[in-house]
C-alpha cells in the first residue's frame, strides 16, 4: 500500500519491529528510580541512550542536556512553562499580535508557519510576558531588530505544511538577532524525520523532537535538549515523582534533582526508551540520516514535477502546488513534502475530501486538511482571518469533511516521504491523479444552456438495504421504513480482534452475500454459493461492550461462536465475530446519511471502465 503520510508518522521497518520484539523477549528492565540491580541496568540504559541520542546530532554531554520527554508539544511546553522572562512592565494579558518584533523585555515570538504545538505557546506564557509577535522568515533578515531581554522565540526548523527549510544552513546569519537577547527553541519535529541536524554547528538554546517522526517506532517518546550554558534560563518552580532532592510536606522546603530529572516528572517510559537503539541503527541500515535525506529530496523533486506537468485537454493545470518556489529547490532548502490541491478543467477546485476518497479506492494514504499549520495554510491558500470566521460560522472545524466554502479550499493535500518510500509510490499517485481527477477529451463539452433540476424526473428503479455493514446484499422493490432508515439496514457489522471491518480495508468482504429472509432469518452466503449460514433473528444474544463506529458508540450484541467460526472460515480471517445492534439502541452502523441515490448511468460508466482493467 502506498503510504505518503511520513510527515505525520514515519514508519518502523519489519527488521526494525522483528529486532525490537527480540530486545523486548530477552530484556527485563524496572523503575529507575529503585536501586536494586534491575532497577541500576534501567538507570544505566537511559543514560547510554540519552548519550546516543546527542552523538546522533553531533553534540556531547558537555554542552547539552537531554530532557526526555512524552513527544514535541511536551518539550515545548516545558520551555514555555518554565522561561524565565523576567519582570513584565505591563499589566495584564497581552491581547493583540504584532506583526513586528517589539524590543524591551519579555517577548515571545514565532513564525506565521508554525505548528498550532508552537502557535498554542503563546495562551502558556500570557501573563507573563509584554508581548507577543508573529512574523515571516525575513523580518529576521530585512528589518531591523531591537535589543531585547528575557525573551523566546519559537523557531520552525521546517514547515509541515509544504517542506520549507527555515535556513538552518544559514543560521549563523541570525548571530546577531540571538545576540541581542533572543532565546531560541526550535520545533525540529517535522526537520529530523529526514534530515541532519548538526547541533555542534548551530547551537540553539532548546530543541523539541519526537522519536516517532524519525523511527516510526516506540511512539509516546520525545526529547527536550537544552544547551548547558542555557540551562538557567528555565527554572522549574514545582516538582513531581522522582523530581526531588528533599521535600518537607509541611512547609514549602524542596530541592530539586539534577537538571535532567528535575524535569522528568514521574516514571519515563524507560522500556521505550530502550529501544531507541533499533531506531538509530535503523538509520544507519538505510546508510545514515544523509542518505536518507538524498533519497526522499529526490522522491519529492520527482513528485513536483509530476504534478507540475498535469494539464487538462484545455491547457489548463489539473495541480496547483503550494510552495516556497515555482522550482525544486535543493535539500538545503526543501523537504520531503509536497502540498497541493487538484483543479478542475473549468479552473475550479475538486474538493481534498473527495481526492482522499479516491486515494482510498487505489491504496493511497496520504493526509489532508491545515496539518495543524493554519499560518501556512492562509499563506498559501489566500485565506483570511475574517474568512476563518466566516468559515466557523457555516460549520467548519479542524478535522472535517468540509473542503470548500464558496469554491474556495478549506485545505490541502500533502504527500511526504520517509525511509521506505519508493518510485512506486509516485506512480500510485500519478495513475489516481490520470484515472480520477484528469479530464479527457470527451468530458469537455459546454451546455447550450444552463440545466435546471425541474427537467429531471428521476424514477427509482431499486432499493437495496445492507444487514452486515460493507457486505453486498440483493435489490428489492420495496422496504419498510423505521426512524433508522430501512428495516434491518446495517444493523450488524464483523469485528476482527474488537476491530471493526470495513470493505475499504479489507476486500474479502466481497466474498460475502446478506439478506433477510421472512424478517425472521439473517441468510449469509459465499460468493461462490458453496456455502451459506442461517441465524434466526430470534437467536438471543450476549452483550458485549460499546462499538465506536463512525464517531458514533453503538451498544452491541455478540452472535456467538458458531457465528464467528463461519465468518473464519469464509474470510479466511482469524477470530471474527459478527455483532448485531442492541434492541435499546436508537442507533445502527450507518455513516452520516441513511440514504444514498445512485444514477444508472453512473454505474454502468463505472462498470465499462473496471472492464478494461478487468476484461
Not at 516545558?78 to 518584533?101: H, M, P, W, Y
Not at 509544504?162 to 533572543?182: Q, R, V
Not at 530541592?255 to 528535575?262: H, Q, S, V, Y
Request: include cysteine; charged fraction near 25%.
Amino acid at each position: 500500500m502506498p503510504y505518503l503520510d511520513h510527515a505525520g508518522c514515519t514508519l518502523p521497518s519489519k527488521i526494525q519491529l522483528e529486532e525490537i520484539a527480540k530486545l523486548q523477549s530477552q530484556l527485563t528492565l524496572a523503575n529507575p528510580h529503585s536501586h536494586h540491580a534491575t532497577a541500576i541496568k534501567t538507570q544505566q540504559v537511559v543514560n547510554s541512550a540519552r548519550l546516543r541520542i546527542l552523538r546522533y546530532f553531533n553534540t556531547t554531554a558537555d554542552d547539552y542536556f537531554v530532557v526526555f520527554t512524552n513527544n514535541t508539544t511536551h518539550g515545548l511546553k516545558i520551555v514555555a512553562e518554565n522561561f524565565n522572562f523576567g519582570q513584565k512592565t505591563r499589566d495584564g494579558l497581552v491581547n493583540e499580535i504584532s506583526s513586528v518584533l517589539k524590543g524591551g523585555c519579555s517577548n515571545f515570538a514565532y513564525f506565521h508557519d508554525s505548528h498550532h504545538s508552537v502557535v498554542g505557546l503563546r495562551h502558556v506564557v500570557n501573563g507573563k510576558i509584554n508581548s507577543i509577535s508573529c512574523i515571516d522568515e525575513e523580518d529576521l533578515l530585512e528589518n531591523e531588530i531591537s535589543e531585547v531581554e528575557n525573551s523566546l522565540f519559537g523557531f520552525t526548523a521546517m514547515s509541515n505544511f509544504c517542506g520549507k527549510k527555515y535556513d538552518l544552513e544559514n543560521l549563523e546569519d541570525y548571530s546577531y538577532f540571538f545576540d541581542i537577547g533572543w532565546s531560541v527553541c526550535i520545533d525540529a519535529a517535522g526537520l529530523v524525520s529526514t534530515s541532519p541536524l548538526n547541533l555542534s554547528r548551530y547551537r540553539p538554546d532548546f530543541v523539541a523532537f519526537a522519536f516517532y517522526k524519525m523511527f516510526g517506532y516506540p511512539t509516546g517518546i520525545g526529547a527536550l535538549l537544552v544547551r548547558k550554558d542555557s540551562a538557567h534560563l528555565i527554572e522549574k518552580i514545582s516538582f513531581a515523582g522522582g523530581t526531588v532532592q528533599s521535600v518537607d510536606d509541611t512547609s514549602l522546603f524542596f530541592i530539586l534533582r539534577d537538571f535532567e530529572r528535575a524535569f522528568e516528572e514521574g516514571t519515563l517510559n524507560y522500556y521505550g526508551i530502550a529501544q531507541l537503539q533499533k531506531g538509530f541503527e535503523e538509520i544507519e541500515r538505510c546508510g545514515g540520516i544523509t542518505s536518507i535525506q538524498k533519497l526522499t529530496h529526490t522522491l519529492r523533486t520527482k513528485t513536483f514535477e509530476m504534478l507540475k506537468s498535469k494539464r487538462h485537454p484545455n491547457g489548463r493545470n489539473v495541480v496547483e502546488i503550494y510552495s516556497q518556489s515555482d522550482i525544486a529547490e535543493g535539500p538545503d532548502k526543501q523537504g520531503s513534502i509536497v502540498s497541493f490541491n487538484l483543479k478542475r478543467p473549468d479552473g475550479g477546485y475538486y474538493g481534498y475530501t473527495e481526492v482522499e476518497k479516491m486515494c482510498a479506492i487505489f491504496g493511497i494514504e496520504l493526509r489532508t486538511g491545515c496539518f495543524c499549520n493554519i499560518g501556512a495554510c492562509k499563506k498559501y491558500l489566500g485565506i483570511t482571518s475574517e474568512m476563518i470566521s466566516e468559515n466557523m460560522s457555516k460549520g467548519k472545524r479542524c478535522g472535517d469533511e468540509i473542503d470548500l466554502i464558496n469554491g474556495r479550499p478549506t485545505g490541502a493535500v500533502r504527500v511526504s516521504f520517509g525511509r521506505t518510500s519508493t518510485e512506486q509510490d509516485i506512480e500510485a499517485l500519478e495513475q489516481m491523479i490520470d484515472t480520477c481527477f484528469v479530464a479527457s477529451e470527451g468530458t469537455l463539452f459546454k451546455h447550450s444552456k444552463t440545466l435546471r433540476i425541474e427537467q429531471y424526473s428521476p424514477v427509482i428503479v431499486n432499493l437495496f438495504s445492507f444487514p452486515i455493514k460493507s457486505v453486498g446484499s440483493e435489490g428489492k422493490n420495496r422496504y419498510d421504513l423505521t426512524a433508522r432508515g430501512f428495516k434491518f439496514d446495517r444493523e450488524f457489522l464483523i469485528v476482527r480482534d474488537d476491530v471493526t471491518l470495513n470493505l475499504k480495508m479489507h476486500p474479502e468482504l466481497c466474498r460475502l452475500t446478506a439478506i433477510i429472509v421472512a424478517d425472521d432469518k439473517l441468510h449469509i452466503q459465499t460468493y461462490d454459493q458453496n456455502d451459506n449460514l442461517v441465524i434466526p433473528m430470534s437467536l438471543s444474544l450476549t452483550e458485549t461492550d460499546s462499538k465506536v463506529v463512525c464517531k458514533k458508540t453503538i451498544a452491541t450484541l455478540d452472535c456467538g461462536d458458531k457465528v464467528g467460526k463461519w465468518l473464519e472460515n469464509a474470510l479466511d480471517m482469524p477470530n471474527c465475530r459478527l455483532l448485531r445492534v442492541a434492541e435499546e439502541s436508537k442507533k445502527n452502523f450507518v455513516n452520516d446519511s441513511p440514504f444514498l441515490v445512485i444514477n444508472e448511468a453512473s454505474v454502468y460508466m463505472l462498470s465499462r471502465h473496471i472492464s478494461k482493467f478487468f476484461p
